[in-house]
């Protein structure tokens, strides 16, 4: 496994150095010391898991959290570790899906519990990856099998203009789950998530998950106002709170729901972000 240390302290990170060095499957990448090193790194090295403090010149340790979980690939990498010397931040390394969390200074034993719980997790990704049943397969070909096509009702191939939420008058998506299938309406949609090989949409009173892709689920709003702003992002752009830059040129978006949900906007998704933006606001 690759493994990236985040730390700006050099004791601490020396100290973590040493200690997963002496596992033969763990290669270290280049460490980070700033929020903006980490969100470089992880980009050049695709790091399988991020031991990240909390504390970082330049921004969180949660926010570069949030960005990985944003960045998974379909094998759920890069996990995420957070290292700190206070235990008062352990329910909000939580909720950001941290696998693991470990106090300074470090303890041997409990380093190699973490080791070991991130290889299990990695085998239990790439056996799920291996044995994907058949029948979630059949549900995918069902639903894409009633799709629309480039040109069909609700599939407009023009871009959008004015208050594009008329459009979606009289439009509805037939999504497949795990049970079956359901019926949602393009202006429910807040977001959608791509989370390992299924796709996380939320709506507005719900989370749905679903058997197909982000690709496929962007292709059929095509011409609506929704807008994929991250690789693992589709986001409806009247359901945006505000946007607030973050780092080298990359920005995040506030949803509208109860959570005000942050999600991430590549540097090379915000021009036309905000020349989206632009077309319904004044």
């Known amino acids: 496994m690759i493994a990236l240390i985040v730390e700006d302290e050099w004791a601490a990170r020396d100290e973590l150095t040493a200690l997963l060095s002496t596992y033969e499957d763990v290669t270290l990448c280049p460490p980070a010391s700033t929020a903006r090193e980490a969100l470089e790194r992880m980009a050049a090295h695709h ?65 190699f519990a973490t080791v070991s719980r991130i290889r299990q997790r990695i085998a239990n990704r790439l056996t799920s990856m291996a044995n994907r049943d058949s029948s979630s397969a059949n549900l995918l070909d069902a639903a894409m099998a009633v799709r629309p096509t480039p040109g069909s009702a609700g599939h407009d191939a023009g871009p959008p203009t004015g208050r594009t939420h008329l459009q979606t008058t009289g439009i509805r998506l037939l999504l497949a789950r795990r049970d079956g299938f359901v019926v949602v309406l393009p202006d429910q949609i807040r977001f959608a998530l791509r989370a390992d090989r299924v796709v996380e949409v939320h709506t507005l009173n719900s989370v749905i998950t679903v058997r197909t892709t982000l690709q496929d689920l962007e292709d059929r709003l095509h011409g609506l106002p929704f807008f994929r702003c991250h690789k693992s992002c589709l986001i409806h752009l009247h359901h945006i709170a505000s946007i607030r830059p973050w780092v080298n040129g990359a920005y995040t978006v506030v949803m509208d729901d109860p959570a005000h949900t942050e999600l991430p906007v590549s540097r090379h998704a915000a021009r036309a972000l905000f020349e989206r933006m632009r077309q319904f606001t004044r």
Do not use: C
């Open 47 to 111: 790091p399988d898991v991020i031991f990240l403090d909390i504390h970082l010149p330049g921004g969180s340790g949660v926010q570069v959290a949030r960005h990985a979980a944003m960045t998974r690939e379909v094998d759920g990498v890069p996990f995420v570790v957070f290292t700190t010397a206070y235990d008062r931040y352990a329910v909000e390394a939580f909720n950001v899906e941290a696998v693991d969390y470990l106090l300074k200074p470090y303890d041997p034993q409990r380093v």
